[in-house]
């Protein structure tokens, strides 16, 4: 058994008022009011003046109080094990760094950082590796989600500019949905654009999806594309544009160049566009509402970017709104939706290796030597260092010696996670940063360093629409728990750079990265100070990015600040409306044109990676293209959302969602278990049979590892492909076997404390309200395996406190249950079936929230498991049973707001609408 939860303390400034933070989940960036009740608990609210969300808040937003405890945190810093002081620990990784860096060299040595950073930790780790240790080699976790929309957007405009802002989703007329589930992983953002076609229903939204997701409630056309198939898709709408004569070619030659050469790459992939799944009238459809709507917002994510020509895929789109004219007017505009919180102030102070700062590129002397002068520095890096995928091939291949990772998980998120495990097991130097104790990669630290988790901490955040907000502190740090940019900067002076990291305060950060910001348009206007005299001027282009009119602020300005979106130039002149880029038709290549990409479809859109040694028996067309994503309630690796009971009740298991047709083929029921696996690796997961798939594809989502799951992360199954241009990983197209698995038990396990031992060959941990449950697949008979965990259960020293037990076992159904209780209150319960059907998952959720009455404690081991099941919240706002959603939805011919009116599932986050409609849309399919 693990500790028992630590509460977390609030600080004083959160006694006096409410604080204002933001959201530490996804990109939309959502303002959140944090205050405390008479009891001193954290009561979470949206913040109503906040123009991202305005009040409204996700179903993860409005759960994160219950995520805010110390469990897993790391009191002190450790080496090798044992406990240090920090001075100890800080002079252990100054030393073995620049010990490491004198034997083997600069390039020996790596930074691995995190869209979860605060935009002043980034800056102070870009600007140490960077400037002063002077390689190329920090990346960041971003690497895995959006840099190949970067490399698009640098491509098209010369610089990485998102250029459009939510008042132009808002305001469109047709809104494109392509390779983003909006729904789940921007959910507020799904929510204002229903609101806004409630408003309006003439407003148009296409969903470009090989799944049906819940965005096809708002969908007046699905265009269900074979996986890896958007390019030629979007290469015959350009080729459409053509020859429909929607492109005013002299127009558009006066601020773009290369459509010709686009024109003829598209004409040769609409010949293709018959392959990709579609019907002739649903393709006309779509190109139709593209070319005959003058405002049109083409929303592109993580389906568009994870692919091996996700940069080209995002070209693609930016080349049909140039041609067409939408773009740098409302309601128009390609728009690169980040997953993370802070993903894009990573990209503001160049955490990505193949940039240096400010939006500033290797390759352009002047400004780089402009950089230079402004860290004081005669050490920058010259070239561009390792992208994430081959920084830890050069771990592997000992180039790496010595590699430090903040915040984030790469075992978990990166793919081939057996080879990354590999390379940190042999570096000489692996440092980790974190704010938990223990996770997949950490096994593998020499030095683990506590750093400050959500609500600690102090600095800013960038949103998809360039908007910087504050993250406020509101609790007390834990243990000795320092700031991110504390640790660094403190490491930095140990190797010889104090004079440059002398900060006091993220205040001081943020106001140096402001001022270096303006420094390219600083020389473009030849308003240059003392210090940049010897620059050459000449050529420098100015740039996008700037917000030197903070490069002064106070720390009272700081502390006030309000929510604002780049650029923000000028000083003492502060734009707070919309800011909306290319508006008078001016990008930032050198000739200040617009590039048209041609792009063309290649056949690697797939990885088959299957090895005939490794899968001897396979059949033939038994090959699936394995999909990886997010599910709407859990984030990333579940550090933070997975110790929320609410979030962990709807996806209580990693689940492969698999079409009828495939399942029936290779005898896959529902619910059973399925081996999935390539040549390299295979896991166990539990079947989602669904329409919503479609066939010789799979879905998985990417939130489980070994720490809550013992057959590992699905990032085992996904080959090392990248993109060659953006290196971003291929995660949506590895190809893999699919087999069911055969097993003899299934049980639920649900206990007070988490455990630390492994029970069977299959075991997956919940989070539920005052306990876990433990869901448990077995080779042993069911009597066999319900005799092992009563045992385990009887002789556990926590355990063994039970005074009573109920006891509703039967044996000739095999089905067994026994719930024990201490003081009349439930205290741990073993069910074990032959199925997994045969067990009341989900409902377990509410196991410690039993009432008093016995009658209600015989709920738990009823053999009424259908009735029981009918009981598991389906709108966790409002606690709304999913019996009553189904009992609606078959009562009778009604619509999605009569079943709202009728149960009120959906009225408080929203986050359900999209399942209701998905259950509408099921129904009406089977009639």
Known sequence: MSEQIIPASINQALKDKAVKTTCPYCGVGCGVTIATNDKSQVIVQGDKQHPANLGNLCIKGKNLGETIDNTNRLETPKVQGETQSWPRALDYVAS???????????????FYVSGQLLTEDYYVANKLMKGFIGTGNIDTNSRLCMSSAVSAHKRAFGEDIVPTSYADLFSAEVVVLAGSNLAWCHPILFKRLREEKARRPELKVVVIDPRVTACVELADLHLQVKAGSDLILFNSLLNYLAEQGCINIEKLAQSTSGLAKALKSAKIDSEKINEIGLSEQDINQFFSLFAQHDKVVTVFSQGINQSSQGSDQGNAIINCHLASDKIGKLGSGPFSMTGQPNAMGGREVGALANTLAGHIEFEDEALSKALANYWQSDNLASKAGLKAVDLFDAIAQGKIKAVWIMATNPIVSLPDHDKIKRALQQCELVVVSDCVASNDTLEYADVILPAQTWGEKSGTVTNSERRISRQRPFLTPYGEAKPDWWII???????????????????????EHAGLSGLANQLNSNTITAEQEDTNTENVIAKAFDISAYKSLSEQQYQQWVPIQWPQAKENSITLSEQRFFTEKKYYHSDGKARFIAVQSTDKSTNKIIDKKTCPSREKNTFFTLNTGRNRDQWHTQTRSGKSATLTNRHDEPELAVNPYDAARLNIVEGSLVKVANERGQLLARAHITEQQRRDEVFMPIHWSSSNFNQGCVSQLVAPTVDKISGQPAFKHSQVLLTPEKVS??????????????????????????????????????????????????????????????NASEPLKQYYRKSYLLNSTMHCAVLVGKQKQDLPHGWLSQFYQQASELSAKRNVITADIEKVQGQKTFCQCLNIAKEDIHQAVESGKLTLADIRTKTGAGNGCGSCIGDIALLLKKKVQQA
């Open 96 to 110: 073995k760094f620049n010990k490491t860096i004198e034997r083997y060299g600069k390039d020996s040595v790596a």
């Open 489 to 511: 900067s403190e490491v930095a002076k140990r190797m010889g750079f104090s004079k440059q990291f002398n900060f006091q305060s993220a205040k001081d950060i943020f106001a």
């Open 745 to 806: 038990s299934e049980a639920m396990l649900v206990v007070k404390q988490q455990l630390t031992l492994p029970l069977a060959k299959y075991q997956v941990e919940q989070k539920i309200d005052g306990g876990y449950c433990y869901h448990i697949a077995s080779n042993l008979s069911t009597e066999v395996l319900y005799n092992l965990l009563c045992d385990y259960v009887e002789k556990h020293e926590l355990m063994q406190a039970a005074s009573s037990s109920l």
